[in-house]
């Protein structure tokens, strides 16, 4: 089994070979099937009515006895009601089709989760997949560069000291302080390369493993322990729409700069040779983009904890049937790890109520067997 096969990407060279046709060989399937550029459209459509479908039918799922058509009559309530108040309405808003409680259920409850769920999926497999286009690495997933253990790290300190509420911004300062020594380790005595850059990666998220360990082990005990637990098991159960807007506004931010490198990510697929002969300043951009791909990642992070599988196995997926032209995988990938998570917490709130479990949990349950068939699959083919 090659490298080429799992990521999607032809190995560097110049055999001559068409870029499109070497494009489908190596998403996994045969050229005649292969999904062409022209093809981008109805794959993005449809993801796009998947995800807003899957939110809707979330957001009736639960004890409350709520239906898809209150919920949209609900919303179309609130917006209506919103321009009114700030004198650009010109449609009378209606009555509310649901009573304050169940509004509150909906909106203040289940619409907050299931938004930081899905933004927070599709920014995991957005740096999934640039992760493993930088490294050239089909092993490659958003905690890499050990900037999950860093913010775990932040979260547990705030917690043992009774700062819950400044968990986020400790958490994202912790994953800037590992992205730091990272990229500083990486870059001690020569350029920054992909192996240098995994390796350091490993040092960090060890180290850092092993100092939260440490904390738990000494001073947790309580409440404090579970929420440090669930914490690092990946959990949206406590977002709010402050959460929201952590988590959107940093995907659409940082993502927009990503999709926009797309025929750069392509160039570094091919080799760090390959890539420079384009005209890419290699080192440059490889501090850049996996600069800016942890900023994304550690944002993430600091609302949901740490998830995995997701940045790891929708890439992979997202490949076999787009292939490997970063355009298409990108904003496809994106919408896919959205709505998988999105599913993953709905299950997790529903699955075991009145209990629920940590979304990571079921995360790595799915993406587990997942990713072992795609190994057996492309095993196959090589």
Known sequence: MTRSTITGTAPPGTD???????????????PATAP???????????????LAGSAVLALTIGPANITAAEVLGSARYHVLTWLADHGLGFL?????????????????????RIFTAAAVGAGLALSGAVMQAITRNPLADPYLLGVSSGAALGAVAV???????????????????????????????GRLTPSRTILAGIAVAQGASALVSFAIVAS???????????????????????????????????GTVLLARARTLDAFTFGDTAAASLGVHVTRTRWLLLTITALLVGAMVAVSGSIGFIGLVVPHVVRLLLGARHAR?????????????????TGARTFFAPSEVPVG??????????????????????
Not at 22 to 30: C, H, I, K, T
Not at 333 to 343: D, E, K, S, Y
Not at 361 to 382: D, H, K, N, Y
């Open 36 to 50: 062409r550029a022209g093809r981008l459209a109805p794959w993005l459509g449809l993801a796009l009515v998947l």
């Open 92 to 112: 009378d808003p209606g009555e509310n089709p649901l009573s304050r409680i169940r509004d509150a259920i909906v909106w203040e409850g289940r619409a907050p």
């Open 159 to 189: 917690l043992l000291l009774g700062f819950s509420l400044a968990l986020p911004l400790a958490a994202f300062i912790g994953a800037l302080a590992a992205l730091g020594a990272t990229l500083a380790l990486a870059g001690i005595g």
């Open 16 to 30: 001559g070979t068409d870029p499109q046709a070497r494009d489908r060989r190596s998403a996994g399937g045969p």
């Open 220 to 254: 947790a005990q309580g409440d404090s322990y579970r929420e440090i637990i669930n914490w690092l098991l990946g959990s949206v159960a406590g977002a709010s729409w402050s959460s929201v807007a952590i988590a959107v506004g940093a995907l659409v931010l940082i």
């Open 329 to 345: 995988l990108l904003p496809v990938a994106a919408l896919v790890g959205a709505v998988f998570l999105l599913w993953a917490d």
């Open 361 to 382: 949990i079921l995360t790595a349950a799915i993406g587990a067997p997942v990713f072992a068939w795609l190994l057996l699959r492309t095993r196959g083919q090589s």
